[in-house]
């Protein structure tokens, strides 16, 4: 089955940099990869997600490339805020007609003013 | 999202006891999701379901069942708790879209599980 790898578990940035945040798959038959965000003691909730036939996507200060040859694909939020601070999921799903997220391991983001 | 609720949002019980956990959904949304979280290991799926007619184990189903009552409420069991059950889980709806495998899932806020 799909497996799907996440780094760093923690990330450290300061005000005003880049964060990236790298997940790799294994199953070349995923085709869909959305990022999560869960804030402290909140539910995780879609913050952007890019479609295999894409190689990139931005929203705002976020944005997401995908390398299918490679398998892997990032996020990248750019001028960072404290608000950002926040646990990232990375998941992958195949297209069987149904959809089954293999979740990441998570990103723990902290951006310190 | 107050479209889907859980309940409790806390749950304390002692190993041996079966427990349930509710999701209901006011988003009209056909599919549900049961996952569980734990740090380090992120988001498992436990089992899923894509109307009252159609369940699914996902990952990590052993020692767990579930229930559809209807379009709207998606229940998970322990059947005879133990401790390494002890986890956060979350209830999880999307809808289709055409786009197969590839619709928004919407979390519910999380039941927290001890197991004694």
């Known amino acids: 089955g799909e497996n799907v790898e996440q780094h760093p578990s923690t990330l450290s940035v300061q005000e005003g940099d880049s964060a990236v945040i790298k997940c790799t798959y294994s199953?070349?038959?995923?085709?869909?990869f959305p990022w999560y965000k869960q804030e402290l003691g909140k539910r995780p909730q879609l913050i952007i997600d890019?479609?295999?036939?894409?190689g990139e996507k931005k929203d705002q200060r976020i944005a997401v490339t995908l390398n299918k040859t490679a398998k892997h694909f990032s996020l990248h939020i750019t001028e960072t805020q404290p608000e950002d601070s926040a646990v990232y999921f990375c998941?992958?799903?195949?297209?069987?007609?149904?959809?089954?997220?293999?979740f990441g391991t998570g990103t723990r983001l902290l951006v310190s003013p | 999202d107050a479209d889907v609720t859980q309940t409790p949002r806390n749950r304390i019980t002692k190993t041996g006891k079966r427990i349930m956990l509710e999701c209901s959904q006011t988003?009209?949304?056909?599919?549900m999701y049961w996952y569980r979280q734990d740090p380090g290991l992120g988001l498992r799926l436990i089992y899923y379901?894509?109307?009252?007619?159609?369940?699914n184990k996902g990952e990590i189903s052993d020692g767990y069942s579930v229930s559809r009552q209807a379009q709207a409420k998606f229940s998970l069991s322990l059947e005879s708790a133990i401790p390494n059950q002890t986890a956060l889980y979350f209830c999880?709806?999307?809808?289709?879209?055409?786009?197969?495998?590839?619709?928004?899932?919407?979390f519910g806020p999380g039941t927290r599980l001890l197991v004694l």
């Open positions: 999880a709806t999307s809808d289709w879209r055409g786009l197969a495998g590839q619709e928004t899932q919407y």
């Open positions: 199953d070349s038959a995923s085709n869909y």
């Open positions: 890019i479609r295999s036939n894409v």
């Open positions: 988003k009209g949304h056909d599919r």
């Open positions: 998941a992958a799903s195949m297209n069987t007609g149904f959809q089954k997220l293999v």
């Open positions: 379901s894509f109307d009252v007619k159609d369940i």
